[in-house]
């Protein structure tokens, strides 16, 4: 109670609610704890930038006189689509949900911002690159009258700070846009803070994915961790492989993601400075591979005979490496991120262990009876093929905790776990000298009642034991957003705000972990969502000034 009361927290205790369903009573014991909505010194900043000073002089802003503008001495210009276009995304965001508002009602105050000046200051701005895992997102910002100024060393910073000062602005008693004198210095805490989306238990429309994109970058995500294909279905079209598609996708026309379909995620995606990985899991996984491609799935066999069904990627066939290599020569280029995330998470020894040949092999090859040492023996060819794209690769901790050999530059994603169990796998991951990067906390496909978002702040990549060389290799983490459940008419609100609390842990200073802060901020975060279209679920009772419309 104590620590509740310091924190500011008003701690609600329901004994017991009677929730009554087609007649029948359940009762449940319920705890939850409900941060007070306060004031935050930071306004609804989100994710808290590292060193903010806001101040109480307040500019107006108006959409007839204010405007974004290149910077005279900014290396970047009207040539650079990528700013242009953020331009207008903001200009939009800030004043376009208000057009059918008065806007001039005179304030006041009669000081105003006419004008955010982008200067990129670095020679090159990268306005045509790809964003990578080593790309500068710091940035500098200054909100004055009548000029603010945005100053990034690449377009990627002036993306996010462009971002913050959207959230700088906001409306006073008679609707007018506001601003307050700031002083903002940020970059992110972790260079690697992604979303996983899953796009093979469901389907999901490109609208959709595209829309999420947009979230991301209100939330300063920089990868879309793209689990494209799985068991259920191969919505992927390879144009060197179209029967994966054709055969293996719920529909070969109405339900697949044509090359062009994808290009447009990845420009998209682009254009908000977010990487995208793509994610072909194998050697588990692999169902519907299985139907467009004959052979490369391992017969199950009951006894000495096929039974019909099949299991993993069969891992000792020529032909299955000659597949692997065409194909991710294939996503190679596709895919212009220099990481493929390759999976080899929860393969079932079962089907492998029935099989004669694969009996045999693993006799032929000294493995016994350990079938994982089969995994990886699978996995290290994988690699070797992969590697020979020039890509690096991400991989499920499976693959770290089986031993097989890795380069010296492998992710390892955490994800099993509770909170004990995933520190330790940090731990031993950063020790043997690889990357880590963590989701065990952050699998929001899982959903309870009540307040389920601050479990997500609170998880930390750094509450492991470990040397300070040792947190160095956390690149950063990942919500999860898996797809069983999952489809079009629930993703975005079962994934917003919820993933907001894991991106400011994965932006912020360590040390930003007061939750009624958090609370506060995140419930103005939330209905700005709310304003730009995205159907961000509520945190708690109460309301937005602009309720969600709809489509
Ligand atoms: C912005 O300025 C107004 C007017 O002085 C003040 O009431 C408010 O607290 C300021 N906001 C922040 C976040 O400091
Ligand atoms: C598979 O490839 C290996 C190495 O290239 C070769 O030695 C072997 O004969 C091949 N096996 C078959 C069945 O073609
Ligand atoms: C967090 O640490 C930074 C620098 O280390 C400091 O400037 C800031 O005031 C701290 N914030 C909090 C909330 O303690």
Request: with cysteine; net charge negative; glycine share 6%.
């Amino acid at each position: 109670m104590s620590r509740a009361l310091r924190l500011g927290l008003v701690l609600l205790v329901v004994a017991a609610v009677a929730v009554t369903c087609h007649g029948r009573t359940e009762r449940y014991e319920q705890e939850a704890e409900v941060p007070q909505l306060g004031r935050s010194p930071f306004g609804s900043l989100w994710p808290l930038p590292q060193k903010v000073a806001v101040s109480p002089a307040a500019f107006k802003l108006s959409s007839a006189g204010f405007q974004i503008v290149h910077a005279e001495r900014s290396s970047a210009g009207p040539g650079c689509y990528l700013l242009q276009s953020a331009f207008r995304r903001y200009f939009e965001y800030m004043f376009g949900y208000m057009k059918k508002q008065v806007m001039n009602i005179q304030t006041v105050l009669d000081s105003e911002v006419l004008e955010l000046q982008v200067w990129i200051t670095s020679a090159d701005p990268e306005c045509d690159a790809y964003p990578s895992v080593t790309s500068d997102e710091s940035y500098e910002l200054t909100v004055d009258h009548p000029t603010a100024v945005l100053k990034a060393p690449k377009v990627w910073g002036a993306l996010r700070g462009l971002e913050t000062f959207s959230q700088l602005v906001y409306e006073d008693e008679y609707g007018a846009k506001m601003i307050n004198k700031s002083d903002i210095q940020d970059f992110p805490r972790f260079a690697h803070r992604g979303v996983l989306l899953d796009s093979s238990r469901h389907f999901l429309p490109l609208k959709v994915i595209l829309a999420n994109l947009e979230a991301m970058a209100m939330n300063k995500y920089n990868v879309f961790h793209w689990h494209i294909v799985d068991d259920n279905s191969f919505p992927y079209q390879s144009p060197n492989f179209p029967d994966l598609s054709q055969k293996g996708s719920y529909h070969p026309y109405t339900h697949i993601y044509t090359p062009t379909d994808v290009k447009m995620v990845i420009e998209f995606a682009r254009m908000r400075g977010i990487r995208v990985v793509s994610e072909f899991d194998t050697p588990g996984h692999t169902q519907s591979w299985g139907k467009g491609q004959m052979g490369l799935l391992t017969s199950c066999y009951a006894g000495q005979n096929p039974t019909g069904t099949f299991g993993p990627i069969n891992p000792i066939l020529n032909s299955t490496y000659n597949f692997m290599a065409k194909f991710f020569k294939e996503i190679s280029q596709v895919f212009p991120d220099a990481y493929i995330h390759l999976g080899g998470d929860e393969v079932d020894f079962s089907c492998w262990k029935s099989n004669p040949d694969i009996q045999a092999f693993m006799e032929q090859q000294g493995f016994g009876k350990d079938y994982s040492k089969l995994e990886s023996y699978y996995i290290q060819k994988l690699l070797d093929i992969v590697s020979a794209t020039s890509k690096g690769y991400m991989v499920w901790q499976e693959v770290f905790d089986n031993g097989v050999k890795l380069k010296a530059d492998t992710i390892i994603h955490v994800w099993k776990g509770n909170e004990e169990q995933y520190l330790k796998e940090m731990a031993s991951i950063t020790a043997a000298g690889f990357h880590a990067l963590l989701s065990s906390p952050w699998y929001l496909n899982r959903i309870s009642y009540g307040q389920d978002w601050q479990q997500a702040y609170k998880a930390d990549p750094y509450s492991f034991d470990g040397t300070d060389t040792q947190k160095k290799l956390v690149i950063g983490g990942e919500a999860c957003l898996w797809g069983e459940y999952v489809d079009a008419t629930n993703l975005t609100p079962r994934l917003w705000p919820r993933a907001s609390a894991v991106a400011e842990r994965l932006w912020s200073n360590q040390n930003v972990t007061d939750v009624g802060d958090a609370y506060t901020r995140l419930v103005q975060h939330r209905c700005r969502m709310v304003a730009r279209g995205i159907p961000a679920e509520p945190l708690f009772v109460g309301y937005c000034d602009h309720e969600y419309k709809g489509l």
